[in-house]
């Protein structure tokens, strides 16, 4: 049920990572309390008994140890669009995948089930009825914290349509958004597709309108290499719209607000995305990762061409900063 965690599991499967995959439940409750730092999932237990949470962190953490087959493409604008994309996935795809979740009582209650299921797997009918509830009433009064209420929701629903139509295209000639293996960004984006994939509502919407997505979600369970990377003039003519008309235009002017909300302490903030008026309260754990993919943007060596297409993209101003 966690984006965050079908993230890191594909990432595990596609280095052959030796792992056990264990579910956050009763069973596992007092495990999970002697290594976990913050209440989130996925989190990871090393050999060494060391615990790690956070995804990007994990993943780049694990990057090092097992750096073959890299996950970042040889092609210097590339690499960084796959980073880019990596972010967006996790920060801006959480918005489609929270919101679909739990706006509408058909995915509400498919997902509360589950959820109730996974914590409390060997529950009778009525005890596990009464804990679905519970979890829907909790949950459904939490999509506020992503930014979803009333005056988004069509804007979240309209973008993540957009989203479908311009992903179908750019996979219909390539396994992976970046060629032939996955990439960094793929894993981000990924687990929030596979988990929209998996609820009624958002799924009918992937099953029925965008085969070449519903491919690689299903692809990307079992990630393989089948083939080189490719570099950014094969990938630009479809992949620099999902740049302009998704990172550029909804989510950079989105998180550079939430940012800026912070900064102020404000209690909430609007931002104007395209030709709509966004309301929400600022979430905190998106400055840190902005600063992070600043902090990576900083690093490339040779930005020349790179600038030439976070401009056209609209996020050159805001990674400088
Ligand atoms: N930035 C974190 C986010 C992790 C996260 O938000 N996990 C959610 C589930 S997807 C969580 O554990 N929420 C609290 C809860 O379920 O109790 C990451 O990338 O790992």
Redesign the pocket.
């Known amino acids: 049920?966690?984006?965050?965690?079908v993230k890191v599991r594909s990432y595990f499967r596609y280095k052959a990572i030796p792992h056990q995959w264990i579910l956050r439940n009763a069973a596992s409750q007092a495990e999970y309390d002697k290594y976990a730092k913050m209440?989130?999932?996925?989190l990871v237990i090393t050999p060494e008994g060391t615990g790690i949470?956070?995804?990007?962190p994990?993943i780049e953490q694990m990057e090092k140890l097992h750096p073959e087959p890299s996950i970042h493409p040889d092609d210097a604008i590339a690499n960084y669009v796959s980073t880019l994309i990596e972010e967006f996935g996790?920060e801006w795809g959480n918005k489609w995948m929270f919101h679909y979740r739990w706006a509408r009582e058909v995915d509400q209650r498919a997902s509360a089930g589950r959820i109730a299921r996974i914590r409390s797997p060997k529950a009778g009918e009525a005890e596990h009825d009464a804990f679905a509830d519970q979890v829907r009433t909790r949950m459904v009064g939490r999509v506020w914290f992503v930014g979803s209420n009333e005056m988004t929701a069509p804007q979240i629903e309209d973008g993540f349509r957009d989203m479908l139509g311009l992903l179908d295209d750019h996979l219909a000639g390539r396994p992976y958004l970046f060629g032939g293996r996955p990439a960094f960004g793929d894993f981000g984006l990924w687990g929030q597709l596979y988990e929209l994939w998996t609820d009624p509502t958002a799924g009918a919407l992937i099953e029925g309108n965008a085969p070449h997505v519903l491919d690689w979600v299903h692809r990307m369970l079992w990630p393989r290499a089948e083939s080189a990377f490719e570099g950014w003039t094969a990938l630009a003519p479809t992949l620099m719209p999902i740049l302009v008309k998704q990172v550029g235009k909804q989510f950079w002017p989105w998180t550079l607000a939430n940012e800026a909300a912070l900064r102020e302490t404000k209690e909430e903030f609007s931002v104007t995305l395209g030709d709509k008026v966004w309301t929400q309260k600022p979430q905190k754990?998106h400055a840190r990762?902005l600063g992070m993919l600043r902090a990576k943007y900083a690093e490339v060596p040779d930005k020349g061409a790179l600038d030439m297409v976070l401009a056209a993209a609209g996020c050159l101003a805001g990674l400088r900063a």
């Open positions: 049920m966690s984006p965050y965690s209440p989130i999932i996925p949470q956070d995804s990007t994990i996790d754990y990762s």
